[in-house]
T-cell receptor, first 106, second 113 residues
Framework: GQNIDQPTEMTATEGAIVQINCTYQ??????LFWYQQHAGEAPTFLSY????GLEEKGRFSSFLSRSKGYSYLLLKELQMKDSASYLC???????FGAGTTVTVRA | AAGVIQSPRHLIKEKRETATLKCYPI?????VYWYQQGPGQDPQFLIS???????DKGSIPDRFSAQQFSDYHSELNMSSLELGDSALYFC????????????FGPGTRLLVL
């Protein structure tokens, strides 16, 4: 997705917190998805935001600001299994950003 | 819970051959999406169907076609295969009207030799 911007890589240690930012530009807006994808596997749905604010789901939270075209995914209490790519996907784009590869180290 | 089913899981073809990938959505899901993901790349949206009609079109080559059948399963037909078509092909399904969360199938890994 050419109109989606995420950092390419992030590294953190087990137990830490990491915030993955996503900025987007769309002509319309009907929500934004976050997906997790392990190498060679299908994306897995994490969250969907359509209204401004923070949505919390266990260790993962997602925030949206529609006026700023900005979202972030917050991963808390990182575990080794959280090492994966995290994809930001505005619904109207029907595509994904290049994803952020998160590496969790012991 | 039932998930999206894709078949075959792996497929090897030679250049200029044809391939058909199948996708069976989660029961009661009425929307199907097809994505292509090359090595080290993000998923690229190809095409989607809602209630058996094409709803959105992305970067699907003219050599490819797809359709959704009355039982909501979908098939992606790929002709005149090229080496660059080697990729993971994901199908996702969703229920329009809800949060339209897309649930992905395990993917079909296509290798064109």
């Amino acid at each position: 997705g050419q109109n989606i911007d995420q950092p390419t890589e992030m590294t953190a240690t087990e137990g830490a917190i990491v915030q993955i930012n996503c900025t987007y530009q769309t002509s319309g807006f009907n929500g934004l998805f976050w997906y997790q994808q392990h190498a060679g596997e299908a994306p897995t749905f994490l969250s969907y935001n359509v209204l401004d604010g923070l949505e919390e789901k266990g260790r993962f939270s997602s925030f949206l600001s529609r006026s700023k075209g900005y979202s972030y995914l917050l991963l808390k209490e990182l575990q080794m299994k959280d090492s994966a790519s995290y994809l930001c996907a505005p619904r109207d784009e029907l595509s994904f950003g290049a994803g952020t590869t998160v590496t969790v180290r012991a | 819970a039932a998930g999206v089913i894709q078949s075959p899981r792996h497929l090897i073809k030679e250049k200029r051959e044809t391939a058909t990938l199948k996708c069976y959505p989660i029961p009661r899901h009425d929307t199907v999406y097809w994505y292509q993901q090359g090595p080290g790349q993000d998923p690229q949206f190809l095409i989607s169907f809602y209630e058996k009609m094409q709803s959105d079109k992305g970067s699907i080559p003219d050599r490819f076609s797809a359709q959704q059948f009355s039982d909501y399963h979908s098939e992606l037909n790929m002709s005149s295969l090229e080496l660059g078509d080697s990729a993971l092909y994901f199908c996702a399904s969703s229920l329009v009207g809800g949060k339209e969360t897309q649930y992905f199938g395990p993917g079909t890994r296509l290798l064109v030799l």
